[in-house]
């Protein structure tokens, strides 16, 4: 639904007195900070409310009028709290802006059914901002974390210097840290070795059992399924303390393989859901034909449909892969201090509270998810395109 | 046509076999060939998964330590009577002083107390008190008197010899059980039983079954001059050697607790995890104080309902603006719901501790707006509240993306039908579109409860005491305190209700459909 309604400027005492309410809103938290908010209700409220006027109807040009207004903001802004307050002012100053003209303009209106009568619309704007703020919770701890890693002190919290934003206020020295303490290192090296060496045994297995789950006939389908999804089902403490009295049992408790083996079976569920999910779509009559060219079973599956099904495979394995990565729980009860990863040493740095450290470790993971959540979507998008169905 | 091929017979493949065989015979292969792809995962998870799950099953329910350290006193406690108010008989104390000494040689004795502890408290340092005063018994004298009659007696040889004899053995039975559980042990530390000292235990052992009267036709001149001197030694009462180390032994309580548990196996951890216990008239309540487990699966249901409840709460508009959204600006808002899934867990869990903590980032902002007064900053963290923002914010993407893929099937034309013919805004949505996200809510909500019913990391982070879960305890117990079966009594039941759970899934859901990403 694109702009299919035709927009009007709306009367002033429409939008002078909503804008107002905005600003009595932002002047209530800032009175409160100054301490009377009373005060700052009034003040935000008809400053605001004569701005916006001023902007819609004193200035010819919108384009002015907006440059204007965060200008203004910005400099009282900078005059009360410097650089910070500067930029936090014209960001005010930018919304209201905008905010004025939007509604001055009738702008709101533009994209939604011309039907709809204003408490509708009043409800269609509410609920958008209501999931921009659950938007906004899920995203603002992982936005947090950033910043506060590169701290010049060891709290867990933002210092009135990195407020200020000042230089000295923020270093480097976390990740320094990182690269050069002998623990971090030895969890990161443990890490490294531990997850590629789970990812290729469950990607291998599960493959290999994917493609033997999808053919017609597999008796007691079913249950086969149930058993090979069921490490992704059972807690992880459950199988975390299973594994720990059996592996002691048999002589894996504390070693490298024990910990490997375990993390394969915990990845096996993502390989078998996302390698089945793409032969859903796997055309059968391809194999048919590459042996009624003559080829055998194993140069079909290298040949054919290997390459067709391999972006599952890769997305399965990078499932597969974070997880052994991420995976603490286990690791903590059938390794040992020589197999400490480096979640478990976040898990240990967490619960005695030691040093940001942490917080420059989590940012690198956030840019290693990153990276790999970009991967699995450029690889559903180029299976969806093999497989010929139009990506979303 | 008909005709002639009805003649024919039944049709047949090019290789002449019937089309019929020929066609069973390539199913099965097919069927095998699919098999044995499936089977080395197959075997694979068996064996690093199902495996330990079962082993830990088991091991909620085996007993096996009472059994094998006390195997001779739970052999004569079988004629004590266990509403008996009295101390049982001399006969069980002499089994039981043996294999006391025998469990206090190889440190079995504290494990043993440990685990008799769980039923009963104050056993286990019963056991370590009398596990160091029991080698210094006054059971000499019949090795003394023993020796007295032929210094051969005190040969380790003597000894090896003599129970390498099939009559000899048979003539003295406890002896020869006991100098075997003896000789194994030696064997399994690298000694050799024949060159080791003979103890005191063994010579009262050997005393025992002379008093019984079961050595008195034996071949052996040795024997039989002792067998015919034993009626006149000196004894010991080994009742009151026990009860001078600890006057505990002649309660019978203690005693009962040892015949309880004396089985192989017991259902005595699973009452224990649901606050209950053995006790001689039956099953009864454990004492007030130490009743806890009921209360925590309580509080470990009532938060994960929390946080179900919460993350359909914050899931479905968010899922439903995903869905309604011109597909450009949905994926691009998708990001923010895939960026946190795809975070690792421990990042999320300090992000929140780094938020909620009273020096935190919530607090620092409250207090600097003016609406919490510096003094009195909240406390988030170390809480229930806690443990449930930090787990909904976990899993909200567990619930988003099964509703979103449902929603997204929804045809947006079934709200503007039903407006058109006149419902309302609310009508329209809660009797045309509820009802069809409704499997998404299902799926969500049993995988967002499934999750955080065995939740461990994040509670164990951010949830302080009041905050932790069940899955909390359980660590707890296999790593701190050590009861084992405890610990495996309580996550089988939690798996019992995760694999419910699993099962109504697969039942609503179907477990193949389940999609990631």
């Not at chain 1, 059996?246 to 375990?262: D, K, M, P």
């Not at chain 2, 051969?152 to 075997?180: F, S, V």
């Not at chain 2, 938060?303 to 011109?326: D, F, H, Q, R």
């Not at chain 2, 079934?414 to 809660?430: D, P, V």
């Amino acid at each position: 639904m694109t702009a299919l309604t035709p927009i009007s400027r709306k009367p002033v005492s429409f939008y002078v007195p909503v804008v107002a309410a905005a600003g009595a809103l932002a002047g209530l938290f800032i009175g409160t900070a100054q301490g009377s908010g009373l005060l700052g209700i009034l003040i935000g409220g008809l400053v605001i409310a004569a701005l916006a006027w001023a902007a819609t109807q004193l200035v010819p040009s919108e384009k002015a009028a907006r440059w204007g207004l965060a200008i203004l903001f910005a400099g009282g802004g900078a005059l009360l709290g410097g650089l910070p307050g500067g930029i936090v002012g014209a960001a005010f100053g930018w919304f209201f802006g905008w905010f004025s003209f939007w509604l001055y303009e009738g702008r709101y209106r533009a994209r939604i059914a011309p039907y709809l009568t204003p408490g509708q619309v009043l409800w269609h704007y509410s609920f958008r901002v209501i999931c921009g703020a659950i938007l906004i919770f899920l995203i603002t701890p992982i936005l947090v974390v950033m910043p506060l890693s590169f701290n010049a002190e060891n709290f867990f919290t933002f210092t009135p210097e990195m407020l200020r934003l000042d230089p000295a206020g923020y270093s480097l020295k976390h990740y320094r840290d990182f690269f050069t303490n002998s623990d971090w290192q030895h969890a990161l090296w443990n890490s490294v070795k531990i997850a590629p060496a789970a990812t290729i045994l469950s990607v291998s297995f599960g493959t290999l059992a994917a493609i033997g789950l999808s053919s017609e006939h597999v008796p007691f389908r079913r249950s086969i399924m149930a058993i090979l999804i069921s490490p992704m089902i059972v807690p992880l403490i459950i199988s975390a303390a299973g594994m720990y009295f059996f592996y002691s049992r048999i002589g894996l408790q504390g070693t490298y393989i024990g910990v490997v083996l375990a993390h394969a079976a915990l990845g096996i569920p993502f390989v078998i859901i996302t390698v089945t999910a793409t032969l859903v779509g796997f055309d059968r009559s391809l194999t048919r034909a590459a042996a009624n060219m003559g080829a055998d079973p194993v140069t079909t599956f290298f040949r054919v449909q290997m390459p067709l099904i391999m972006p599952g495979v890769i997305s399965g394995g990078l499932f597969a892969f974070i997880t052994s990565f991420d995976e603490v729980v286990v690791v903590l009860f059938v390794g040992s201090a020589g197999q400490k990863t480096l979640p478990w040493q976040m898990f240990t740095g967490l619960r005695e509270q030691i040093s940001p450290t942490i917080l420059a470790v989590a940012t690198i993971l956030v840019g290693i998810s990153i990276a790999l959540l970009a991967t699995v979507e450029l690889l559903r998008r180029r299976s969806e395109r093999l497989r010929g169905m139009s990506p979303s | 046509m008909s005709d002639t091929e009805a003649q024919a017979g039944p049709v047949l493949a090019a290789d002449g076999t019937p089309l019929k065989r020929s066609l069973a015979r390539a199913l099965r292969m097919q069927k095998l060939r699919a098999l044995a792809l499936i089977a080395p995962l197959l075997i694979f998870v068996l064996i690093t998964f199902i495996a330990p799950i079962t082993d830990m099953l088991l091991r909620s329910v085996k007993n096996e330590i009472v059994v094998d350290v006390l195997p001779e006193t739970v052999a004569q406690l079988q004629s004590w009577d266990v509403d008996s108010t009295a101390p049982p008989s001399e006969a069980v104390f002499s089994a039981f002083y043996i294999d006391m000494v025998l469990a206090e040689e190889q440190k079995l004795h504290t494990r043993l107390g440990t685990r008799l502890n769980y039923e009963k408290t104050g056993l286990s340092s019963l056991f370590r008190k009398t596990g160091r005063r029991v080698g210094r018994f006054d059971t000499d004298v019949y090795t003394d008197q023993i020796v007295a009659l032929d210094p051969a007696w005190k040969e380790p040889a003597t000894w090896a010899a003599m129970m390498a004899d099939k009559a000899d053995r048979g003539a003295l039975p406890l002896t020869a059980r006991t100098w075997d559980r003896w000789a194994d042990y030696l064997n399994s530390e690298g000694k050799d039983p024949a060159k080791t000292k003979v103890e005191d235990f063994l010579f009262t052992a050997l005393y025992l079954d002379l008093a019984a009267g079961n050595a008195k036709s034996v071949a052996d001149p040795r024997i039989a001059a002792a067998a015919a001197a034993a009626p006149g030694f000196e004894t010991v009462d080994i009742r009151s050697q026990f009860a001078k180390a600890d006057k505990d032994w002649l309660d019978p309580a203690v005693w009962q607790t040892i015949k309880i548990f004396s089985s192989r196996f017991t259902n005595g951890y699973f009452l224990n995890a649901v606050d209950l216990q053995k006790g001689p008239d039956g099953i009864e309540p454990r004492p007030e104080s130490q009743q806890i487990y009921l209360m925590l699966f309580k509080r470990t249901l009532f938060m994960s309902l929390v946080i179900t409840g919460s993350c359909i709460l914050l899931g479905y508009p968010v899922a439903w603006i995903l869905a309604n959204l011109p597909s450009r600006t949905a994926n691009l808002l998708m990001i923010l719901v895939l960026l946190p899934f795809w975070t690792s867990l421990l990042v999320r869990t300090s992000a929140w501790k780094v938020m909620l903590q009273q020096q935190g980032v919530i607090n620092d902002v409250l207090v600097w707006l003016g609406i919490v007064d510096d003094a009195h900053r909240l406390v988030m963290i170390n809480n229930q509240f806690g443990t449930i923002v930090a787990m909904t914010h976990i899993l909200l993407p567990f619930m988003i993306l099964p509703l979103y893929s449902v929603m997204q099937t929804i045809p947006p034309s079934y709200l503007r039908a039903a407006k058109s013919l006149g419902a309302t805004n609310w009508t329209a949505f809660w009797r045309v579109y509820f009802p069809q996200s409704v499997p998404g809510i299902g799926a969500g909500s049993i995988l967002v409860f499934i999750l955080a019913i065995g939740y461990y990391i994040t509670p164990e982070i951010v949830g302080g005491t009041t905050g932790t879960f069940i899955s909390n305890r359980i660590a707890y117990h296999i790593s701190s305190s050590l009861n084992w079966g405890l610990g495996a009594a309580l996550g089988s039941i939690l798996l019992g209700v995760v694999l419910l759970l699993y099962w109504i899934y697969d039942k609503i859901v179907g477990i193949d459909n389940v999609k990631l990403g």
